[in-house]
């Protein structure tokens, strides 16, 4: 190589580009970075560690392949030329950008632990040299490790490093995802109101700029904060705003994907509610004309069945062309919630399967336990059902739901214990395991448990659940000592009227739930009017008032893609809905 040649390849990365770079990140100016590296082949070709300026572009090349350029494998094909030594030979300028792409890199390939130990290296090094920029971006990628991990307490503090570095430095735009992921902590741990004013900061500020994946990620939280308060309607407009920006920001959409995720487990939380609204209309006999707001229900049922189903099959397709473990998981994960819902339980149990061997690829602690507790809850409507085997499968039941408790307690997640603990005391007091004493004071403490974790004031498909388990483990102690009572004629001062109802408040509540929420069945079996158990139901809040359907009946909201909805009349089953994480 002649000396004029390895000048110009000193030359190739300048101070100028690197600044320019540095100050497109400072302002949130995506699409002016995006178009100048499309013109740094020659660097990336030619790359040598020897090259002036060659560590500092490789770290902050690495922070725009975070935000969307190029691929993972040209970042590595960077850090693949320093060997052993060179990197001997690196002054600490030069070893902290290496280190934090390779923490980079493994932080997106899900090697969540790996991820952190480099970063943790960084960071000591940078706040020796006092570098800012590097101790801003490093805390926020060390916080989207923490919170993925479900270890809340620490992301909040390395977020909020994060967010104090950039305001410190007047970069308020570049703060903004520190900002964003702080309010998506806040959620996930409980506090929807303090995170709904971060995200409405964080909108205003990022209004006038091209950071379309961020904006895309305000729209999301926003979907998902507003699906925990049951407004699925604004969940729906949030998530397809989100996919808007998404695609003007993203060519590979990998965050459209994991939004049509999102969107899908919301439209699932609607099914079920459709799916009760059904159950609570009677059903006709062959001589009357079909309830008209029956058949509407049924009909929209299966709309919310076909969008979802095409929903998760688009995500799937994205993620194979842009391998995402995570997202991958989470496909399999809310396959199986919608199969469990539709009640083809060979299906969901595939699913599931499938949504913990990648999520245990990964050591995902939290979709680990998800996984596992939709075995637990599949194992559980086998039982119900009676299937043949169902003593494995009660068998199976319990110890699906002690593997989800034990992965729960690996992190902060107060939902996800809320949902395990919950499954875990319904395991425990099924119709297999419930006859039992001891097996019922079991039951009782992983309700005490559940309850210990439970969101005030939230009234979700936790909440649901929770209240089944809690009237079962009521019945179970209240029942035969009253009926005990009666039988030695303690009645006190009530009338026979009075003893009936109290007799009804009993027993159709529990032949309810055996006969899978069909009131017609309860009706027939008792030889009583639907009419007369509906309001006992009714008075007992297990259903809505019969004058208030519009309170249960939820809209389904298709994006523009949604296909035509499914003509074939499906008889549904009864099925508690899938349960969100991560």
């Not at 950039?166 to 995802?177: F, K, L």
């Not at 214990?417 to 919950?422: E, L, M, P, Q």
């Amino acid at each position: 190589m002649t000396t004029a040649h390895a000048l110009r390849k000193r030359q190739l990365i300048s101070s100028e580009l690197l600044s320019t770079l540095r100050a497109d990140i400072d302002s949130r100016r995506i699409g002016h970075g995006m178009n100048l590296l499309t013109n740094v082949n020659a660097i990336i070709d030619s790359f040598d560690p020897s090259i002036e300026n060659a560590a500092a572009f490789l770290g902050i090349f690495a922070e725009w392949s975070d935000l969307g350029f190029g691929n993972l494998d040209l970042v590595k094909r960077l850090i693949a030329c320093y060997n052993a030594e060179i990197r001997s030979k690196l002054s600490i300028d030069e070893y902290i950008p290496l280190r934090m792409a390779e923490g980079m890199v493994a932080m997106t390939e899900g090697m969540l632990d790996r991820a952190i130990d480099h970063f943790s290296i960084v960071l000591k090094l940078a706040e020796e040299i006092r570098a800012w920029h590097i101790l801003a971006i490093v805390n926020y990628w060390t916080a989207r490790c923490e919170r993925k991990k479900g270890q809340y307490e620490k992301a909040l503090l390395d977020v909020r490093k994060a967010r104090e570095v950039q305001g410190a430095h007047g970069h308020i735009q570049n703060e903004v995802p520190a900002r964003m992921l702080e309010s998506l902590i806040l959620f996930e741990n409980g506090d929807s109101k303090q995170a709904l004013s971060g995200l409405r900061e964080a909108e205003v500020i990022l209004s006038r700029t091209d950071d379309y994946v961020t904006r895309g990620n305000i729209q999301s939280t926003y979907g998902r904060i507003f699906e925990r308060e049951l407004r699925f309607g604004q969940a729906i407009e949030h998530y397809v705003q989100a996919i808007e920006q998404f695609r003007k920001g993203e060519p590979k959409y990998v965050h459209v994907a994991r939004t049509m995720v999102d969107m899908s487990f919301t439209r699932i939380q609607m099914a079920r509610r459709l799916r009760h609204s059904i159950e609570a209309y009677p059903e006709q006999r062959k001589d009357e004309s079909p309830t008209p707001p029956r058949a509407s229900f049924v009909k929209e049922l299966s709309s919310l069945y076909v969008i979802i189903v095409k929903d998760l099959d688009y995500a799937a397709g994205i993620y194979a062309s842009n391998p995402n473990v995570r997202g991958i998981a989470r496909v399999h994960l809310f396959r199986g919630y919608l199969y469990l819902d539709m009640g083809k339980l060979d299906f969901a149990a595939q699913e599931a399967i499938q949504a913990y061997s990648a999520a245990e690829s990964k050591h995902d602690f939290i979709l680990m336990a998800s996984a596992r507790n939709l075995q637990c809850m599949i194992a559980n409507a086998r039982v119900d059902d009676e299937i043949e085997g169902w003593t494995d499968h009660a068998v199976a039941a319990q110890d699906y739901a002690r593997d989800a408790i034990e992965l729960a307690s690996k992190t902060q997640n107060r939902r996800l214990k809320a949902i395990v603990y919950t499954w875990h005391g319904l395991t425990l007091s099924n119709g297999f395991l419930g006859g039992q004493d001891r097996v019922r004071d079991s039951a009782r403490e992983a309700m005490d448990e559940a309850g210990s974790y439970l969101e005030p004031g939230v009234r979700d498909y936790i909440w649901e659940d929770f209240q089944i388990l809690k009237r079962r483990l009521s019945e179970s102690t209240t029942l035969a000592p009253k009926l005990i009572q009666w039988a030695h004629g303690d009645v006190g001062e009530k009338s026979f009227r009075q003893l009936a109802e109290d007799f009804a408040d009993l027993v159709i509540p529990r032949m309810w739930e055996q006969e899978k929420r069909k009131i017609s069945r309860v009706a027939s079996r008792l030889s009583i009017s639907p009419r007369k158990v509906r309001r006992v139901l009714t008075r007992l809040g297990l259903i809505e008032a019969e004058s208030e359907p519009s309170h249960v009946r939820v809209k389904a909201a298709a994006p523009a893609s949604s296909p035509e909805a499914w003509t074939e009349k499906r008889k549904t089953k009864s099925r508690h809905a899938g349960h969100r994480t991560g």
